[in-house]
């Protein structure tokens, strides 16, 4: 089967950077994606990794390396707004579901 | 990307009673999934929902506790029935696009927040 493991929590204050780490087990799969969801919302969409390296969007940079099976989101320049949970998930190629890790709580201080 | 309408957005059902989720898309979705939240944990996939045909459940899912229908590719329904407390959780529908940037972007309604009591 497939399994996403992250940390439960991680705090930080305004202004810090901070990483969230995704370890996985699975076989093949097309990618790693993350997604950010406010209390009482929706999931959305942040990032994609099909490739090992650094993907950047903005505040949000995502990284993947196939070989160590692991992932994390770094998010710079810290807001209030930032506090949310944030979930990596992956899409096997041979169920072509996505399956969402754990999910890490991320509060973020004045 | 797409728009998902998902009602009702919560309700408080009695143990034993059964309950529809509707899912409406503004756009035609190659894919449509059922997910399911329980209080401060993750997405855990209900089943894949088929335009036509029954639905693909995941392991630890049965089609007598949660019937799924999806008649055209922009709707479909979940129901979760006798219910009982455990099954208290946000209910969330979601779908890919031809259109989705990323295979791994999935689309997401604002859930349906079930209590039972």
């Known amino acids: 089967g497939q399994s996403l493991e992250q940390p439960s929590e991680v705090t930080a204050v305004e202004g810090a950077i901070v990483q969230i780490n995704c370890t996985y087990q699975t076989s093949g799969f097309y990618g790693l994606s993350w997604y950010q969801q406010h209390d009482g919302g929706a999931p959305t969409f942040l990032s994609y990794n099909a490739l090992d390296g650094l993907e950047e969007t903005g505040r949000f940079s995502s990284f993947l390396s196939r070989s160590d099976s692991y992932g994390y989101l770094l998010l710079q320049e810290l807001q209030m707004k930032d506090s949310a949970s944030y979930f990596c998930a992956l899409r096997s190629y041979n169920t072509d579901k996505l399956i969402f890790g754990t999910g890490t709580r991320l509060q973020v201080f004045p | 990307s797409a728009v998902i309408s998902q009602k009702p957005s919560r309700d408080i059902c009695q143990r034993g009673t059964s309950l529809t989720i509707q899912c409406q898309v503004d756009s035609q979705v190659t894919m449509m999934f059922w997910y399911r939240q329980q209080p401060g944990q993750s997405l855990t996939l209900i089943a894949t929902?088929?335009?036509?045909?029954?639905?693909?459940?995941e392991s630890g899912f049965v089609i007598d506790k949660f019937p799924i229908s999806r008649p055209n590719l922009t709707f479909s329904t979940l129901t979760v029935s006798n219910m009982s407390p455990e099954d208290s959780s946000i209910y969330l529908c979601?779908?890919?696009?031809?259109?989705?940037?990323?295979?791994?972007?999935?689309?997401f309604g604002e859930g349906s927040r079930l209590t039972v009591l």
């Open positions: 929902a088929n335009q036509g045909s029954e639905a693909t459940y």
């Open positions: 979601s779908v890919t696009t031809s259109g989705a940037k990323h295979s791994g972007e999935l689309f």
